[in-house]
């Protein structure tokens, strides 16, 4: 079955979500305000979600296996979230001050993440990163940034270099060309920007040794998210650590998604700690929210009573009832549900590769924790260029297969368990694949 056949059978099950996208266009550009959302030939709209299950405007049932982009834990509507969010409301919204579930928060964060002695708040993993690029300028008086091909770290002009985008204009592969990744990024910022190859060790400390005394900060994904959920490799993430440490630059871990990985984080299961981390999406139990930590030394750069040298502030920053969402998600989220949802995550890794096998598809399954991501290729994985190195045209019909057989993963192939999740939902999602996979060769019609 071909690509258009997929799509074919996409329209005649989602024919109120077209309308309904439709009607969006006339409203808001391209019929939604995230980019990431648009899939041709449209989007789904959602209506609800419980559980591991969300429903469509056509009332379709489908497993949801992203959950609002890893943001999502303990998949929808969970009881305990959702109680604490209500009681907060009933008390009040967002107040002009502090609050006590900030601090409690606060204090969860501080005693999870191994590198964080203090963390503040934002709306957004974008803010999140962005409050620790300037801390690192800040602090160092230093201008550039170096990062990892393909990491995304938000929509602030400083990281929308080198990510999204054709290898072809990326330069060589040992020592990548700074390019911006959408228009409006002033050249001047890609010229303050050093964009080093992901899980290439020895050619990444080359680059950063020519660049040394210039960086303000090293930022990397310790697993590259929507790249594919591409874990770092032995070696790499300890010799970043090491150059910073002798080069006196400031090492920023973005670990909005892979807090995902282990509790305390991807730092704590590999043992590199950072100097500054970002934090997002799950801490803040399904409400937007941002979070960055660290040594204390950096993090008195935003002291009012210090200066403040660097200032930070968002009306809704801290805002009591997304503390209140990511206290209770953080307590639901223990050390034994991440190491189930580990050994989910393997049972369908491992099951991803029978399937694939049984139809000579080459695939490979990277990931960690409750993450993966699906490479339809016969190559190892190790970085963005890798990962783009794969029929594009086959994971788009793939991805289109398995959403009209009800499971919902990004449209870059990656996904996120949640904890309603059991061996049932994995299953599932095997025979959706098997579905899709036995039906590529069938002619249309």
């Not at 002033?186 to 040794?209: M, W, Y």
């Not at 920053?317 to 307590?331: K, V």
């Not at 890794?349 to 290729?377: N, R």
């Not at 996904?415 to 060769?441: I, Q, W």
Request: hydrophobic fraction near 40%; glycine fraction near 10%; aromatic fraction near 6%.
């Amino acid at each position: 079955m071909t690509l258009e056949r997929e799509i074919q059978i996409y329209e005649q099950l989602t024919a109120a979500s077209k309308a309904r996208w439709e009607e969006a266009r006339r409203y808001m550009p391209g019929g939604d305000t995230r980019t990431s959302v648009f899939w041709p030939p449209y989007p789904l709209f959602f209506t609800s979600g419980r559980g591991a299950s969300v429903w469509d405007e056509d009332g379709v049932e489908r497993t949801d296996f992203i959950n609002n982009f890893t943001s999502l834990p303990h998949g929808h509507s969970d009881p305990d979230v959702t109680r604490a969010i209500q009681a907060q409301a009933s008390l009040g919204a967002a107040f002009g001050g502090g609050n006590e579930p900030q601090v409690a928060l606060a204090k969860m964060l501080c005693d999870l993440v191994p590198s964080i002695d203090l963390v503040r708040f934002a709306n957004s993993g974008t803010e999140a990163t962005l409050n620790c690029v300037r801390a690192a300028r800040a602090f160092t008086g230093r201008t550039k940034i170096a990062k990892a091909e393909g990491g995304y770290h938000g929509t602030h002009d400083a990281v929308l270099v080198s990510v999204k985008m054709s290898p072809d204009l990326l330069g060589d592969p040992e020592r990548p060309d700074s390019v911006a990744s959408t228009g409006g990024v002033p050249q001047s910022i890609v010229d303050d920007t050093v964009v080093l190859p992901f899980n290439g060790t020895e050619s990444a400390l080359r680059i950063l040794e020519a660049h040394g005394r210039d960086l303000a900060a090293v930022i990397v994904e310790p697993m590259l998210g929507s790249a594919g959920m591409i874990p770092a490799e032995p070696g790499y993430l300890e010799m970043l650590r090491s150059f910073t440490e002798a080069h006196g630059v400031v090492l920023i871990f973005d670990e909005v998604v892979s807090l995902r990985v282990a509790p305390g984080g991807a730092q704590a299961h590999y043992g590199v700690m950072p100097d500054l981390t970002a934090l997002g999406k799950v801490i803040g139990g399904g409400l937007p929210v941002g979070g960055f930590g660290g040594r204390a030394d950096i993090m008195d750069l935003f002291d009012p009573t210090l200066g403040p040298r660097v200032s930070q502030a968002g009306t809704f920053t801290g805002n009591p009832m997304t503390m209140a969402a990511g206290i209770a998600t953080l307590q639901k989220l223990t050390a034994v549900e991440f190491a189930r949802l580990d050994a989910l995550r393997q049972r369908l890794a491992q099951g991803i590769c029978d399937v694939s096998a049984e139809f000579d598809v080459p695939v490979q399954v990277t990931g960690m924790g409750a993450l993966y991501g699906m490479h339809f290729g016969d190559h190892a994985i190790a970085n963005y260029r890798d990962a783009t190195a794969v029929d594009q045209r086959f994971k788009r019909q793939v991805f289109l297969g398995l959403m009209n057989e009800g499971i919902i993963v990004a449209p870059y192939m990656v996904g996120a368990l949640s904890t309603p999740m059991d061996e049932t939902h994995v299953d599932k999602h095997l025979v959706a694949l098997r579905r899709v996979l036995a039906r590529r060769n069938e002619p249309a019609g």
